[in-house]
């Protein structure tokens, strides 16, 4: 666990934090950034103050990512007006394409539960665009994120290993309320750690480093220190970002392992 010396938790706005990164400095990216959806830390945006928004940030990750980088980036849909609904990946994919980001796959997420809706179907999937930098040179270890829950029988042409997890991945969401995730903490709109482990393992490499420049409640942090990669987790909301830092300094504790220092030091 915590192979990397890069530990960070970083209490900033992201863009302004990014913009003074070095350059090729992360391995991969994994976030979910807001998706003017109401959500408490959500100013409302129209479409074109949330592209512009999209674009101060999208435009940051090329020159911070190493040659074999990835961004593998989380997105709903916006509501546009009381009944139309855009999914977000029609936005940011253009945008991502003109910073020079190559689209490899998207992955559906499905979840239960969440509101029932009347006029419409119940919404109960979000996507994964994954993105790299250099299409013929990008990491996937297939071998280490195998789902052997989906061998079918004692069929002996089954890999033991398991199955490739295909492009629709069921994790159940985070929830509060009666039957809580046992992860649940006081963010609204939290990560599953076991979604953000099967990215980390599968798109970088032991020791890298990984960025959540929407860190929220540190899942993306928790995910890479489990899996000894290095991370940088950016959060502008001092409520959230202490949530991340208490997260961050239970798993130290339990690994017996002191805070280390950038942890304290960075987090102001
Ligand atoms: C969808 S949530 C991320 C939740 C996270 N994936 C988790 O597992 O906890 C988006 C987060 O981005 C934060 N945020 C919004 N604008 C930001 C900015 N400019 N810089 C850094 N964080 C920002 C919000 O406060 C919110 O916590």
């Known amino acids: 666990m915590g192979g990397s010396s890069v530990q960070r938790l970083v209490h ?3 863009i302004e934090f990014m913009q003074g990164m070095e350059s090729a400095s992360v391995d991969l990216v994994v976030t979910s950034p807001p998706y003017n959806a109401g959500k408490e830390y959500e100013a409302d945006l129209s479409v074109e103050e949330y592209v512009s928004f999209a674009e101060r940030w999208v435009s940051c990750i090329p020159r911070i990512l190493a040659p074999s ?3 593998w980036l989380n997105v709903g849909h916006i509501k546009v007006s009381e009944t139309e609904n855009v999914p977000l990946s029609y936005l940011y994919y253009p945008l ?7 689209m ?3 992955v559906v997420w499905h979840f239960e539960g969440g509101m029932s809706y009347k006029t419409r179907f119940s919404h109960r999937t979000e996507r994964w665009m ?3 930098k250099d299409p013929k040179k990008y990491v996937f270890h297939l071998d280490d994120v195998r789902d052997h829950t989906l061998n079918i029988g004692s069929d002996n042409r089954n890999n033991p290993a398991g199955k490739n997890p295909t492009d629709y991945w069921h994790f159940p969401r985070v929830v509060g309320g009666r039957g809580a995730s046992r992860e649940k903490t006081a963010h609204p709109c939290q990560f599953p750690v076991a979604m953000i482990e099967r990215i980390i393992r599968a798109c970088s490499n032991p020791r890298d480093v990984v960025l959540d420049p929407f860190g929220g409640s540190g899942t993306t942090a928790v995910a ?10 950016v959060e502008t909301n001092q409520r959230y970002h202490e949530i991340a830092k208490a997260r961050l300094e239970r798993l130290h504790k339990e690994n017996g392992a002191e ?3 950038d942890l304290e030091r960075l987090a102001s």
Do not use: K
């Open 130 to 132: 994954w993105l790299v």
């Open 69 to 71: 980088g990835a961004l």
């Open 96 to 102: 991502l394409r003109r910073y020079g980001l190559h």
């Open 104 to 106: 490899l796959q998207e």
């Open 259 to 261: 805070p280390p220092p």
């Open 224 to 233: 890479a220190y489990q899996n000894g990669r290095g991370f940088i987790s």
């Open 12 to 14: 900033a706005d992201c």
